[in-house]
């Protein structure tokens, strides 16, 4: 298959007999992937290049939030609970001509719970009790206990299903089974990806693909306005929307996510080991003030790590409410009324450098002093999420109904309360949806009222596209630049 590419964001036109039509999207993204592997590093920006587009997993993610199947066509599930048995769709390949079956399966979901896992999300695996093989396209997996969560955290990126033959370079040569192959990374440009029209399911109307990295506002803005993009999706910059909604050119797409904003705290790092310091922080924090400086008024307040678009949301905000002579009376009991100084360490996405700024200020003006330090992604991973070496820092949560994070004493904010770790080990055991919600409002209750961080905004999901460009994810359900129903209007 030829391909012309002149420059990145050059259009391959082909003919289609009576007009010429576009086959290839370039889209910015704001931040690049540390590397390409979904299943050994909690960084978004992988699954935002490769969900769906690259990889699949056996169950996956409509935009509206719905699981469906991908690799398994159906499934079965025992009446105790405990047993799924996966069919899989039959004649599957992985892009290099492998066979994709039962063999594939087990591997991935045994290397993902393994004792050496690199899986940032290894607990969706933790409940697995072995994997079966059946036959090439069946596939059983048993459980230690009833998991009401078990389809849903199969349709994450982190579950997705890789081969034995080709994980040695998956993180600079990822191959999957989705409808793009990954073609080529040039890094600290672009990633681009061609139509894999070997593909099992509905083949993708783009014939290619390239996520161009722009990590600065203005230049996200310039390029757009240039029409050296075609689309750019989680626009860093929503001052700029307005001239894009008044450019007949583009549309402007909000919608929201599954991205909990939060001051992410060290709870065992002091002074933040103290409830008293945390409860001062959260009453520092001016919400509107936040989201108008740092989103030019888009993102809801949220009290909790939870979606309010979810049925079982519960607004929480009341229990944090902006209260600066609070905080200080809290700072004082905790014996900290000469004030205290922390770190707050910021990566790379415009909401975090900017908000970062203002909660510096709202912060300085009740005694807790910050000192500021602008982490690239690869930094931010190595000293914040896996050394834990901070007291602050600010991040989005894209993942799909994460709470279950807080039930982790290890994971980076070192947040340990056995009756947290209990609630969630119930809900993970109840099937009935009403329970489930039930428990899930007690639980956002147990974390807002601990201030195990500082909750800010559920991130919107803010996008622009050319006009005639169709089928792009408005909500994002999880944390994905889904192509894969991708196409330029006729």
Same mark, same amino acid.
């Given at each position: 298959m030829?391909?012309?590419f002149l420059t990145a964001s050059v259009l391959v036109l082909a003919f289609t007999g009576s007009a010429w039509a576009k086959d290839s999207l370039t889209i910015g993204i704001q931040l690049e992937p540390p590397h390409l592997d979904p299943t050994s590093a909690a960084a978004g920006a992988i699954d935002d290049v490769t969900y769906a587009n690259v990889f699949e997993g056996l169950t996956r993610f409509q935009e509206d *939030?719905?699981?469906?199947?991908?690799? +398994?066509e159906s499934w079965t599930i025992s009446d105790d609970g405990l047993t799924y048995t996966f069919k899989l769709h039959d004649g599957v390949t992985f892009h290099d001509g492998t066979t994709m079956d039962a063999e594939d399966v087990k591997f991935s979901l045994d290397r993902a719970r393994g004792d050496d896992s690199t899986n940032a999300q290894k607990g969706l695996f933790s409940g697995i009790a072995e994997v079966n093989v059946i036959d090439p396209t069946t596939v059983e997996v048993k459980l230690s206990e009833t998991d009401g969560n078990f389809l849903f955290n199969m349709a994450w990126g982190d579950a997705a299903i890789v081969a034995p033959e080709s994980i040695e370079n998956i993180k600079t040569n990822p191959i999957g089974t989705g409808a793009f192959k990954f073609s080529k990374w040039v890094q600290g440009d672009r990633v681009e990806l061609v139509r894999n029209d070997a593909?099992? *399911?509905?083949?993708?109307?783009?014939? +290619?693909a390239t996520f161009k990295f722009i990590s600065d506002p203005?230049?996200?803005?310039?390029?757009?306005?240039?029409g050296d993009l075609d689309a750019f999706s989680a626009f860093p910059a929503p001052e700029n929307l307005i001239q894009f909604e008044a450019d007949d050119r583009y549309r402007v797409l909000i919608g929201s996510t599954e991205g909990e904003t939060i001051l992410s705290t060290n709870n065992k790092k002091p002074p933040f080991d103290n409830v008293k310091v945390r409860k001062a922080l959260a009453h520092a924090i001016n919400r509107k003030e936040l989201i108008d400086?740092?989103?030019?008024?888009?993102?809801?307040p949220i009290g909790s790590h939870f979606a309010p678009h979810h049925p079982a949301y519960v607004d929480l905000t009341g229990n944090s409410q902006y209260d600066p002579e609070l905080a200080k009376s809290l700072l004082k009991e905790a014996g900290l009324e000469g004030g205290v100084t922390v770190s707050l360490k910021l990566p790379p996405p415009s909401y975090a450098r900017r908000g970062g700024e203002i909660i510096a200020a709202q912060l300085r003006a009740v005694g807790i002093n910050t000192e500021i330090s602008n982490l690239e992604w690869a930094q931010w991973l190595e000293e914040v999420f896996r050394g834990k070496d901070f007291n602050l820092t600010i991040v989005s949560h894209t993942e799909p109904m994460d709470i279950g994070i807080y039930a982790n004493p290890d994971y980076y904010f070192q947040y340990d309360n056995a009756d947290f770790q209990a609630r969630i080990k119930e809900l993970r055991a109840t099937t009935d949806t009403d329970k489930r919600n039930e428990l899930l409002k007690k639980a956002q209750t147990m974390i807002s009222e601990d201030?195990?961080?500082?909750?800010?905004?559920?991130l919107p999901r803010l996008s622009v596209a050319k006009k005639e460009i169709e089928g792009l994810w408005v909500n994002a359900p999880t944390q994905a630049v889904d192509l894969t129903h991708v196409r330029w209007a006729e």
């Open positions: 030829k391909r012309f *939030g719905s699981i469906v199947p991908s690799l +398994a593909y099992w *399911g509905q083949p993708a109307d783009l014939k +290619a203005t230049a996200a803005f310039s390029a757009m306005m240039a400086g740092a989103q030019f008024g888009y993102g809801t201030y195990v961080n500082g909750f800010l905004f559920q």
